[in-house]
């Protein structure tokens, strides 16, 4: 056979080949996918100091708070959409919230990197807004399933700190680092009070408002319409878009301003998300604005500009955004990439960390708690309509069929 036949052949197999390829490793159902990962994050929650929180610590320690808060919303998803299974679930949120809380006690600035520690904050009380808007939301979350009396007083004074931050910012954005703040961090915080707001009485829809305003007015970049990543205390930006943050604010922002969040996924969609061949993944920045990698990137493959950090959470953004098709494309690029580890302890993928875990678990359950928020009015109203009975409703446990 001469080379150039060889050749016509090879062609041909891949041809009839390659768009086949994804079949063989089209992932398991989701249901099996979720009892997985979560056998494997309740495990590591339950035993708490484990190796591979240790390694992923070492890596980066912010990577160890956000691995606990993408768990606690996964587990709280499912104990609204197990109800028979909700003690189990909850037991496993309840022993992160309090590893939380015991580890932030060692020191403020626990879970961020060695660069926080080279100047003061410019916010009065130094404080990071990415600590207390994931702890906020943690508690919040975890409340909305069946109210625990002794969390309550702890998200009050949590929800209080956030909104003196954002308070006391002059754009109304708080500081995750010192005179750095994050799109990312800002958006948590907000869905945090979004979601207090429906526990305990209080309304800071006139907050939130005001700073979907600022949102609106400095953080949004003018060539792509897309929220910038991170920005001075004044909103003077830093980094431009970044997938890895805007797929979660996309989410977060959900709950307080649906048309905006539908926006700016449609965006994000349009510039960082591709499929090919049944694969799917995304890259971290818009062609027009490449950026520098950095540790909350991730590390990028060229020439296709797949990269890490902006695929994971997309799984996150599609699934919120009931965009099916993409996130099939992206499990099933998890299965030919990250490669998938079952055992005894469950499911976890070797290519990448407890955090990605959590990410894509919570990506799978998302669902009910949004849900239920959105259903909801403030407790404040339910109140002033049904009196004392409202203390019972906010209290009772939660009745939400699998979705």
Same mark, same amino acid.
């Given at each position: 056979?001469?080379?150039?036949?060889?050749?016509?052949?090879?062609?041909?197999?891949?041809?009839?080949?390659?768009?086949?390829?994804?079949?063989?490793? %089209?992932?398991?159902?989701?249901?099996?996918?979720?009892?997985?990962?979560?056998?494997?994050?309740?495990?590591?929650?339950?035993?708490?100091?484990?190796?591979?929180?240790?390694?992923?610590?070492?890596?980066?320690?912010?990577?160890?708070?956000?691995?606990?808060?993408?768990? /606690?919303?996964?587990?709280?998803?499912?104990?609204?959409?197990?109800?028979?299974?909700?003690?189990?679930?909850?037991?496993?949120?309840?022993?992160?919230?309090?590893?939380?809380?015991? +580890?932030?006690?060692?020191?403020?600035?626990?879970?961020?990197?060695?660069?926080?520690? #080279?100047?003061?904050?410019?916010?009065?009380?130094? #404080?990071?807004?990415?600590?207390?808007?994931?702890?906020?939301?943690?508690?919040?979350?975890?409340?909305?399933?069946?109210?625990?009396? !002794?969390?309550?007083?702890?998200?009050?004074?949590?929800?209080?700190?956030?909104?003196?931050?954002?308070? @006391?910012?002059?754009?109304? $954005?708080?500081?995750?680092?010192?005179?750095?703040?994050?799109?990312?961090?800002?958006?948590?915080?907000?869905?945090?009070?979004?979601? =207090?707001? #429906?526990?305990?009485?209080?309304?800071?829809?006139?907050?939130?408002?005001?700073?979907?305003?600022?949102?609106?007015?400095?953080?949004?970049?003018?060539?792509? @319409?897309?929220?910038?990543? =991170? $920005? %001075?205390? !004044?909103?003077?930006?830093?980094?431009?878009?970044?997938?890895?943050?805007?797929?979660?604010?996309?989410?977060?922002?959900?709950?307080?301003?649906?048309?905006?969040?539908?926006?700016?996924?449609?965006?994000?969609?349009?510039?960082?998300?591709?499929?090919?061949?049944? $694969?799917?993944?995304?890259?971290?920045?818009?062609?027009?604005?490449?950026?520098?990698?950095? /540790?909350?990137?991730?590390?990028?493959?060229?020439? /296709? +500009?797949?990269?890490?950090?902006?695929?994971?959470? *997309?799984?996150?953004?599609?699934?919120?955004? +009931? +965009?099916?098709?993409?996130?099939?494309?992206?499990?099933? =690029?998890?299965?030919?990439? *990250? $490669?998938?580890?079952?055992?005894?302890?469950?499911?976890?993928? *070797?290519?990448?960390?407890?955090?990605?875990?959590?990410?894509?678990?919570?990506?799978?359950?998302?669902?009910?708690?949004?849900?239920?928020?959105?259903? =909801?009015?403030?407790?404040?109203? %339910?109140?002033?309509?049904?009196?004392?009975?409202?203390?019972?409703?906010?209290?009772?446990?939660?009745?939400?069929?699998?979705?």
């Amino acid at each position: 056979m001469t080379n150039a036949r060889r050749a016509a052949c090879l062609c041909l197999a891949l041809g009839l080949w390659l768009p086949a390829l994804h079949l063989v490793f %089209r992932p398991p159902a989701r249901a099996s996918l979720v009892e997985g990962l979560a056998a494997r994050q309740r495990q590591l929650a339950l035993s708490d100091d484990t190796p591979p929180r240790r390694l992923m610590r070492k890596l980066n320690p912010e990577w160890d708070l956000m691995s606990r808060t993408f768990a /606690v919303l996964a587990f709280t998803n499912l104990a609204l959409a197990q109800p028979e299974r909700r003690a189990a679930h909850l037991e496993v949120a309840d022993a992160l919230i309090r590893q939380t809380l015991r +580890d932030e006690a060692r020191g403020p600035l626990h879970f961020l990197l060695p660069y926080g520690r #080279r100047a003061p904050f410019l916010d009065p009380g130094q #404080r990071s807004l990415f600590v207390d808007g994931e702890v906020a939301l943690m508690l919040a979350a975890r409340q909305h399933v069946e109210v625990r009396p !002794d969390f309550s007083p702890l998200l009050a004074a949590r929800v209080d700190e956030v909104v003196r931050q954002l308070e @006391g910012s002059p754009r109304l $954005f708080a500081e995750s680092y010192p005179d750095e703040g994050w799109t990312f961090c800002n958006s948590i915080a907000v869905a945090a009070l979004h979601l =207090s707001d #429906r526990l305990d009485g209080r309304d800071h829809a006139p907050l939130v408002a005001r700073f979907l305003a600022s949102m609106k007015a400095h953080l949004v970049e003018p060539r792509t @319409g897309l929220l910038i990543a =991170s $920005f %001075r205390r !004044d909103a003077t930006p830093l980094d431009g878009p970044e997938g890895s943050t805007l797929w979660l604010a996309a989410h977060m922002l959900q709950l307080v301003d649906p048309p905006f969040a539908d926006d700016q996924y449609r965006r994000a969609r349009a510039a960082l998300g591709h499929t090919a061949l049944g $694969f799917g993944w995304a890259s971290e920045w818009p062609k027009a604005l490449a950026n520098v990698a950095d /540790v909350d990137s991730g590390p990028t493959i060229p020439l /296709v +500009d797949a990269n890490a950090g902006s695929s994971g959470l *997309a799984l996150l953004g599609a699934a919120a955004f +009931d +965009d099916e098709p993409f996130l099939e494309a992206l499990v099933t =690029s998890l299965e030919l990439a *990250a $490669f998938p580890v079952r055992d005894e302890t469950g499911l976890r993928y *070797a290519a990448g960390n407890q955090l990605g875990d959590a990410v894509l678990l919570y990506a799978l359950t998302e669902g009910p708690l949004w849900q239920r928020a959105a259903r =909801s009015a403030p407790a404040s109203k %339910r109140a002033a309509a049904v009196g004392p009975a409202v203390v019972e409703v906010v209290s009772s446990p939660a009745t939400v069929s699998t979705p």
